[in-house]
């Protein structure tokens, strides 16, 4: 099929190249040029594994162009992928994608007909908004036009995108006409059947099965990607609240996060208690759902709390971290009246919001280093490739950004490990704590064991760990 994306994001890159992938005749519009010289070149502009091998083998077949007009109207399939950011209110600012839908009307043929479909996460209504856009551009232009708009969420996670795209749990497709359902079907015929040969990098999971493909309304097709991601976000949530009774009565939460995953009805995915959510969906989608429910008067306070235990973790933290430090210069018999961060060298273990992205945005570690630096704190960070963006977030923030993780311990007053990279899995703990002032690991993510930590010469303290 002949297909057209709007937006060479997370979400419109990932979808270029997996329908390229698939065969499909796709062109993809973005009127960044940074980011459109780089696909020229054939360069990612995101951080994705895989994606760079995947962009190299379907680069050549892909057209990368700003301009709607150039590929719109011989296009059959139209897919907005564009950006929503938070407004002040925190309701998603659906401008970017009423404006695409207002340049695809503008290029439409007459006498061609067009599904366009909604892929950006959206309030509730925008689907029927697009179509009353398309409609006014029409009749601006005195034609009639043919454009069926449909919704389609995405649900990818970043870090394991491709895997998403590729081999997804469920498509979702809300739309008032069957031939928007038809045209998606057809799209998506090769995933849905699993047809097509894997890419040598992304072999078909063993106990993968085919997806359904639920359609629905627009409506409900909205508020599913809203509902899934407020629920995820609330489990973690969960167990990070019972994270903190663990601690206040002596019980272990990775073995109760394991205890009551095993319950077929609550399932061990998104248990791990830690510091909690950040990105670009969970923050700023449960805001948007709240803003929606905000206008239609209606409260969610199951979705206010969980974004307070959440935002609550990165304070609790630090808060532990400076009574490691107290009990420290208590038994060195410093008594002073400052913070007890005051002067002390603290290094940070993670910059990006999870592992495998170099994405900030929200990242509980930019928090925690504000936090740090106000208490006095000297910080030095590592992270193995969002250094370069969360220098640039932080400002003028003083922080020392070092490139070997031993060299964030020595000296050190106490370590903070904010994002469970891989490599952090796999720390020479006996040589971090040998070369630091107070051998102090605040674990934010429970990588280690508080024995195997302790056995290496840590005071080790993690999340909901006795
Ligand atoms: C999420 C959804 O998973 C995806 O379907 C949607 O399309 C976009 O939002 P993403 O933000 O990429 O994807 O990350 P995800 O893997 O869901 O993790 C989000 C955050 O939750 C991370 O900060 C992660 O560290 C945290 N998390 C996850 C936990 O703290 N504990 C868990 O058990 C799981």
Redesign the pocket.
Known sequence: MKIAIIGTGYVGLTTAVVLAYLNHDVAAVDKDESKLNLLHEGKSPIHEPGMQTLLDEVWHTIRFTPSVAEVVPEAELILIAVGTPPKKNGEADTRHVEQAAREVAQVCHPNRHYTLVVKS?VPIGTNRRVAEVVENVFSARGMQGNVSVASNP???????ALQ?AFYPDRIVIGANCDDAVDALRRLYQPILEQTFDSPSSLPRPAAYHLPPMMTTDANSAEMI?YA??TF??L??SF??EIAGLCENVGADVTEVARGIGLDSRIGP??????????????PK?TTALLGVAAQSGYEMPITEAARTVNFRQRERIVEKLMLACEVHASKERVSTTASPLQGKTIGILGLA??PN?DDIREA?ALDIIRQLVEEGAHVRAHDPIAMPNARHALGEIPIHFTEDVYQLSYNADALVLV??WELYHRLALRKLAKQMKTPILIDG?NVYSPQEASAAGFHYIGIGRK
């Open positions: 996460t995405e649900f990818l996670q970043e870090g394991l998403g990607k899934a991601n995820l976000a489990k973690i167990i990070n995915q998104f248990l791990r208690a830690g510091l909690g959510w950040g990105g670009s969906c969970y989608d919001f999870k992205t509980p994002t469970e993510r």
